[in-house]
């Protein structure tokens, strides 16, 4: 039996048609029929790193979708699920007259940047609690334009921190000295809009993950079992499916699925078919002898607290940082990504990101390990699903 979870959600990551990757599909035999049970999926509503980052792949399982509607119903408190479906309503509706917001778990409240009066009472009237910060979006969007353009150094990750209303750049161990000066000279220009912390691990992808899944090349993690047109499938990470055509459940077992499309990089998602009649249940593997039952499909939050399951580290726990994160690896930036505290390691790759039966995300790459601590990047579930046109089963 194979593992995963999720929901969906249709909100993707704005992006210029020119920066999106090409997805590569492969040729498509006639598919076998299986018998499963089509579900309803929900939906719901960026950071750079360097060469350094690892990615990580991990099992998935297929889930439904659904589309989230918050409005009057939304409790007060509210738990993060409830938060992350009222700020996709909120920056639908205000856009950039907001300037982010995150989840608080000691007031179970969404917190929303603004920077008028105006905006705070329309924030209020939606149920969440406005928080007047100096910074719009419009400037601190300029910021990571600046250092896109003049500081993506292989080793280096930002993404804007809501809570501290600037752009927070990280800067691993393998940057040089003339680098790091250069990465200085850029992040003090912005002012007060940015700041620098560096980590003493190294980013970079990692491949590995979930309920383990075995290639010629790679081992990585299923991340989420899907279906397309009633067909059985799995998500799992783009750089994995990059490098292997022909996946078994063992090593050195029999072939289960296929690779039919890969997006790597600018996304990091990768899509395989079933070839096999087996268990794939909508489910994530707790490593404790349980599994997590997957029904939706949701949107990452700042604030919230999220769980990651892998082939090689097993269930790790942590909390959401950064959306919308871009992450610089040697092979390629990849950007839209959910930035967390969660370690992982590799063999991790492709495994799913949750919170209780919510899918989020799919593991991309990250710095340390489980043993000291480390970061993670997500690919965001939701645009996986609607770029593959799959829905959780």
Same mark, same amino acid.
């Given at each position: 039996?194979?593992?995963?979870?999720?929901?969906?959600?249709?909100?993707?990551?704005a992006r210029s048609p020119s920066s999106r990757p090409v997805v590569h599909r492969r040729?498509?035999?006639?598919?076998?029929?299986?018998?499963?049970?089509?579900?309803?999926?929900?939906?719901?509503?960026?950071?750079?790193?360097?060469?350094?980052?690892?990615?990580?792949?991990?099992?998935?399982?297929?889930?439904?979708?659904?589309?989230?509607?918050?409005?009057?119903?939304?409790?007060?408190?509210?738990?993060?699920?409830?938060?992350?479906?009222?700020?996709?309503?909120?920056?639908?509706?205000?856009?950039?007259?907001?300037?982010?917001?995150?989840?608080?778990? /000691?007031?179970?409240?969404?917190?929303?940047?603004?920077?008028?009066?105006?905006?705070?009472?329309?924030?209020?009237?939606?149920?969440?609690?406005?928080?007047?910060?100096?910074?719009?979006?419009?400037?601190?969007?300029?910021?990571?334009?600046?250092?896109?353009? /003049?500081?993506?150094?292989?080793?280096?990750?930002?993404?804007?921190?809501?809570?501290?209303?600037?752009?927070?750049?990280?800067?691993?161990?393998?940057?040089?000295?003339?680098?790091?000066?250069?990465?200085?000279?850029?992040?003090?220009?912005?002012?007060?809009?940015?700041?620098?912390?560096?980590?003493?691990?190294?980013?970079?992808?990692?491949?590995?993950?979930?309920?383990?899944?075995?290639?010629?090349?790679?081992?990585?993690?299923?991340?989420?079992?899907?279906?397309?047109?009633?067909?059985?499938?799995?998500?799992?990470?783009?750089?994995?499916?990059?490098?292997?055509?022909?996946?078994?459940?063992a090593r050195g077992g029999s072939e289960v699925a296929l690779t039919e499309a890969s997006?790597?990089?600018?996304?990091?998602?990768?899509?395989?078919?079933?070839?096999?009649?087996?268990?794939?249940?909508?489910?994530?593997?707790?490593?404790?002898?349980?599994? /997590?039952?997957?029904?939706?499909?949701?949107?990452?939050?700042?604030?919230?607290?999220?769980?990651?399951?892998?082939?090689?580290?097993?269930?790790?726990?942590?909390?959401?940082?950064?959306?919308?994160?871009?992450?610089n690896y040697a092979e390629g930036t990849v950007e839209g990504l959910i930035a967390t505290?969660?370690?992982?390691?590799?063999?991790?790759?492709?495994?799913?990101?949750?919170?209780?039966?919510?899918?989020?995300?799919?593991?991309?790459?990250?710095?340390?390990?489980?043993?000291?601590?480390?970061?993670?990047?997500?690919?965001?579930?939701?645009?996986?699903?609607?770029?593959?046109?799959?829905?959780?089963?």
């Amino acid at each position: 039996m194979l593992c995963g979870s999720g929901w969906v959600v249709s909100r993707r990551s704005a992006r210029s048609p020119s920066s999106r990757p090409v997805v590569h599909r492969r040729a498509r035999p006639p598919p076998r029929r299986f018998e499963l049970k089509r579900r309803s999926v929900r939906t719901r509503g960026a950071v750079t790193a360097g060469a350094g980052l690892v990615m990580l792949a991990a099992a998935a399982l297929a889930l439904p979708s659904a589309s989230a509607a918050p409005g009057d119903d939304i409790p007060d408190p509210m738990t993060a699920v409830n938060a992350g479906q009222l700020a996709t309503t909120l920056d639908d509706d205000l856009g950039s007259a907001t300037a982010g917001s995150y989840y608080d778990p /000691q007031e179970r409240a969404l917190v929303v940047n603004v920077t008028d009066e105006e905006t705070a009472d329309r924030v209020r009237e939606a149920g969440g609690r406005p928080r007047v910060v100096k910074h719009s979006l419009a400037s601190l969007d300029e910021a990571r334009a600046t250092l896109k353009d /003049q500081a993506a150094i292989p080793g280096t990750a930002w993404a804007m921190d809501p809570r501290t209303n600037q752009v927070v750049v990280t800067a691993d161990s393998s940057v040089t000295a003339e680098n790091m000066r250069r990465l200085d000279t850029v992040v003090s220009s912005l002012g007060d809009r940015a700041t620098v912390r560096r980590s003493a691990g190294t980013l970079r992808p990692l491949i590995a993950g979930g309920d383990a899944i075995w290639g010629a090349q790679a081992r990585c993690s299923l991340g989420f079992n899907v279906l397309q047109d009633g067909e059985p499938y799995f998500l799992t990470a783009g750089h994995c499916t990059q490098l292997v055509e022909s996946w078994s459940d063992a090593r050195g077992g029999s072939e289960v699925a296929l690779t039919e499309a890969s997006s790597f990089p600018g996304d990091d998602y990768g899509l395989a078919r079933y070839t096999a009649d087996i268990a794939h249940p909508s489910a994530v593997n707790l490593y404790n002898g349980g599994v /997590q039952e997957i029904s939706e499909v949701g949107t990452a939050i700042v604030g919230q607290q999220v769980r990651r399951s892998g082939s090689t580290t097993g269930l790790h726990e942590g909390v959401v940082t950064a959306v919308n994160a871009t992450v610089n690896y040697a092979e390629g930036t990849v950007e839209g990504l959910i930035a967390t505290t969660v370690c992982a390691e590799a063999g991790d790759s492709g495994g799913p990101l949750f919170a209780g039966n919510t899918g989020l995300g799919l593991t991309s790459g990250g710095s340390g390990d489980c043993t000291s601590g480390g970061e993670t990047f997500y690919q965001p579930l939701t645009e996986a699903l609607e770029a593959t046109g799959t829905e959780l089963g």
